[in-house]
């Protein structure tokens, strides 16, 4: 592991600034994060306090300590602010060895002057000693937070030498009253922004892969309609207003096209759409309901949900394959919102068994079915875009959460809500 | 829209810049810095909706007084709040919710009116799913107007799925409420 992340470092470049010009309208409805649980076999890393980090309006080190934790793969040990190193040289690697370390996270903050800071750090494996990072940053006040996520993903990837998570977003939707939001935050539901605000419900975000737009279903006409909307700008349009319902947006990996759900024909059926609106097929052929398309990530299938044979059950189906679609869930008699793991190896979904809805992970290849979740209405799986954690919707007394499970360790996270109830989560990709 | 493809590339161009090997940090080279994640515009489509008001006329009294009726709008007045309800996970138009459906193709039939059938769920289950399973409600009450008299133009079902339930809960009275279709008339 450790041969293939040594050579890690951050190329330094010259400042780019992106002018933001997009008026917007946040909401602070900021969710909590509570870790419960974990894996027995997380790796034991210090994160010692940045030296210099009272400097700062906002710690940098709580972020990354929230970020790494919520993966299950983390055990973290206790550092106070007096074991902070200022050098590579200041850390005593025996000593943290035997506080249970196998790595630890240092570094410092300097003052550039008119808010500005310098940020450097290190990540060390104590046994054998052996510098796996070491990295300098000049930043402003308002790039702290992703800085947090940024520093986050470096030291799991230094680490764990596995694609991080951090710097992503998720899109859910939230009703309070008769007001909807389509919202996006943080994958640590931080920094809510409000992408659509409306009187009628809305439902079903998906991610365009680049991140920069969202599809969803809007009832503002009285009807579900598909929407797709720009995030920067705010700029949408009307992706499908079909006789009818038109719902279940997904878009193909490569972005150049969506599956959705159409009724033109009197029954619920998956068609392939152009991202402009043009260029619409039909996918899947059946007289009953089939709905809740995903791609998988090389792009050549879809897995749906279809009553065809008399109870909701996950199908696959080539998209050059004629229309042979191959069942794939056969226990229990309601299976449905699946979507495809980024490897491609395993599809989640949710099983109704004994009136509990539970999120499950089907391998593909052996067939086999794990259950991840552990409440009585886990519904909307979706996930990170590394594969590693599950986003999921639950409810506990009467209001919705959002749960994010580890697909590797028994780990799970709440993401909490201040009020009002979340629904229908959606992992966005790597952030650009 | 225009905007996007200009920050992708810049923003794709940090991070390829970011992942790559290189030497460490010296002394007096300029440090890296952050990108900061774009801020979102907000849409607002908040507007209001008419309230469905209650029924007045039994249901199975519903298509003679809607023949009967003066006019397009008393007639029409005579049809709110009634709506067509569904066993647990059924879409078949039961023998006592015929009433209704003929109630409202008697109007539709009289006045040449168009419609939008609107098929509601329950609270339980996937959100999509249940959007499909009130597709199939409008279409089954579609089919019933259709086979007295209607014709297909004039009718439009679509689904609100578990979106708009008009009881909230999870007692049996609260599903009931919500499995069943609606009619909604042009104002």
């Known amino acids: 592991m450790s041969a293939t992340v040594s050579g890690f470092w951050p190329r330094l470049f010259a400042l780019l600034l992106l002018s933001m010009t997009a008026a917007a309208n946040l909401a602070r409805a900021d969710l909590s994060v509570e870790v419960i649980g974990g894996g027995s076999n997380r790796y034991p890393v210090a994160i010692v306090p940045l030296q210099g980090e009272s400097l700062l309006p906002e710690a940098i080190t709580a972020t990354v300590k929230s970020d790494l934790a919520m993966t299950g793969a983390f055990s973290l040990l206790e550092a106070g602010a007096g074991d902070a190193l200022a050098a590579?040289?200041?850390?005593?690697?025996?000593?943290?060895?035997?506080?249970?370390?196998?790595?630890?996270?240092?570094?410092?903050?300097?003052?550039?002057?008119?808010?500005?800071v310098r940020l450097t750090f290190w990540v060390d494996t104590v046994s054998p000693r052996e510098q796996k990072l070491s990295a300098e940053f000049d930043l402003a006040p308002e790039q702290l937070r992703d800085m947090a996520h940024r520093m986050a993903d470096m030291v799991y990837e230094a680490l764990l030498g596995e694609k991080s998570l951090f710097s992503s977003r998720i899109a859910y939707i939230t009703q309070s009253g008769k007001e909807y939001r389509l919202q996006i935050a943080d994958m640590d539901g931080r920094r809510a922004q409000t992408v659509l605000r409306s009187r009628q419900p809305i439902m079903s975000p998906a991610w365009s892969p680049d991140g920069t737009r969202l599809a969803y279903v809007s009832f503002e006409q009285q009807k579900p309609v598909i929407y797709v909307q720009d995030l920067v700008s705010g700029q949408r349009r009307v992706l499908a207003n079909f006789r009818g319902s038109n719902s279940a947006p997904v878009w193909s990996p490569d972005g150049r096209r969506l599956a959705v759900v159409l009724t033109t024909s009197g029954n619920s059926q998956v068609y392939l759409i152009n991202a402009d609106g043009g260029g619409v097929q039909r996918f899947s052929y059946s007289d009953a309901i089939d709905t809740e398309p995903a791609f998988s990530p090389d792009g050549r299938q879809i897995v749906f949900v279809s009553d065809r044979s008399g109870s909701p059950q996950l199908y696959v189906q080539a998209l050059d394959g004629g229309r042979n679609a191959r069942r794939v869930t056969f226990e229990g008699n309601y299976n449905v919102s699946p979507t495809f793991s980024p490897d491609g190896r395993q599809i989640a979904y949710v099983r109704r068994e004994g009136g509990r809805f539970k999120v499950m992970l089907l391998d593909l290849a052996s067939g086999d079915n794990r259950l991840i979740s552990n409440s009585a209405f886990d519904e909307s799986p979706s996930f990170a875009p590394n594969g590693k954690m599950v986003l999921y919707a639950s409810e506990e007394g009467g209001r919705s959460v959002l749960y994010a499970a580890a697909t590797a360790y028994p780990g799970r996270v709440r993401l909490g809500?201040?009020?009002?109830?979340?629904?229908?989560?959606?992992?966005?990709?790597?952030?650009? | 829209m225009k905007k996007s493809p200009f920050i992708a590339v810049i923003a794709a161009a940090l991070l390829a810049a970011c992942a790559s090997n290189q030497a460490p940090v010296a002394g007096n080279a300029p440090a890296a810095t952050a990108p900061s994640a774009p801020s979102v515009a907000t849409v607002d489509v908040t507007g209001s909706e008419p309230a469905l008001q209650g029924g007045r006329v039994s249901a199975a009294q519903l298509a003679a007084a809607v023949k009967a009726a003066p006019d397009q709008r008393s007639a029409q007045a005579l049809l709110n709040g009634h709506s067509v309800y569904f066993d647990f996970d059924q879409s078949v138009v039961k023998d006592d919710q015929r009433g209704v459906v003929e109630g409202n193709a008697a109007f539709l039939n009289r006045f040449s009116s168009k419609v939008l059938v609107q098929g509601n769920t329950d609270a339980r289950g996937s959100r999509e799913y249940n959007l499909a399973l009130g597709q199939r409600r409008a279409e089954s009450v579609k089919q019933s107007l259709e086979v007295l008299g209607v014709k297909p133009a004039q009718i439009e079902a679509v689904s609100f799925g578990k979106e708009k339930p008009r009881a909230e809960g999870d007692s049996e009275a609260a599903h009931a409420e919500n499995r069943r279709a609606d009619f909604a008339y042009p104002q």
């Open chain 1, 88 to 116: 590579p040289a200041q850390l005593n690697a025996a000593a943290w060895q035997q506080r249970g370390a196998r790595a630890v996270v240092y570094g410092k903050l300097v003052s550039l002057g008119g808010g500005r």
């Open chain 1, 417 to 432: 809500t201040l009020g009002g109830q979340v629904q229908d989560p959606a992992w966005g990709p790597f952030n650009p």
